[in-house]
């Protein structure tokens, strides 16, 4: 049996931490290592007055849109904090990004009425804005660097009301030692999933590396925007913006099967 083309190579993801099991696993299949070295952190957004009289008047929205699993975690133990449980009024819909997004809706015993087809955040809004009726009303629970596509896209057509519910932040905890061998050119690809994470990574490096030196893996085109605008042309940017599009186009990149 041959090797693999990525047998003893080095991968770095970014992730936030505990969020690349799958792609750890893969890879270590494939014989390489996979380096976690988090550039950003979720932490839910403390109960506000807002958001406690939002939860408590949930029966005035017909939609509830989840664009991440992030927004979907923060949500419900928002609203359990505030009402004791995950329940929802009767009438209200849900729409999330995804079935991976639409999967975490589960332990909280809701499923999604509807799941776009298409893989970026702006075939989301489109199809979305064919499912909604005029007039119906939209909770949007996002983080507070989410894009207002949506928003905008469904703008004279509904009211969308916009809640955030978690912030992305720099880890205030940051692995030197990954660090250094980046510095020393001891790695095959940098996997990033969001611009944050490029821009905090960036912000963090950019005394000590030439951005257009780096070799990046990125899960998207949005993504892959945020690294050409730091001056860096990733490597690969995966076509599905999810894991397993991302390991795909790592897989195609170096010729090789991409078996889950």
Not at 165 to 174: F, G, N, S
Not at 175 to 188: F, V
Request: charged share 25%.
């Amino acid at each position: 049996m041959s090797q693999s083309q990525l047998q003893h190579k080095v991968f770095i993801s970014t992730r936030p931490k505990g969020t690349s099991e799958d792609m750890k696993r893969w890879f270590a299949a494939e014989g390489a290592t996979l380096l976690e070295l988090p550039m950003i952190e979720i932490q839910a957004v403390p109960l506000s007055a807002k958001m406690e009289k939002i939860l408590n008047d949930l029966s005035r929205f017909d939609w509830l849109v989840f664009t991440s699993p992030n927004g979907i975690h923060c949500f419900f133990e928002q609203l359990k904090t505030v009402q004791d449980n995950y329940l929802l009024p009767e009438k209200i819909k849900i729409a999330a990004v995804g079935k991976k997004t639409a999967a975490k809706l589960a332990p909280y015993g809701h499923s999604a009425r509807f799941i776009n087809h298409g893989q970026t955040g702006d075939e989301f809004a489109e199809e979305l804005y064919e499912e909604i009726a005029e007039s119906e009303k939209v909770l949007l629970p996002v983080g507070n660097l989410a894009r207002h596509r949506i928003e905008e896209k469904l703008s004279g057509k509904t009211k969308v009301e916009r809640l955030e519910v978690y912030q992305t932040l720099m880890p205030e905890v940051i692995n030197s030692d990954i660090l250094r061998r980046i510095e020393a050119d001891n790695y095959e690809l940098i996997i990033f999933t969001s611009p944050s994470g490029i821009d905090n990574f960036i912000r963090l490096t950019e005394k000590q590396l030439t951005p257009s030196a780096l070799r990046l893996a990125c899960i998207g085109h949005t993504t892959a925007k945020a690294a050409e605008k730091h001056g860096t042309g990733p490597v690969v940017v995966a076509s599905t913006s999810n894991s397993k599009g991302l390991m795909a186009a790592i897989a195609g990149h170096y010729n090789i099967a991409f078996n889950e």
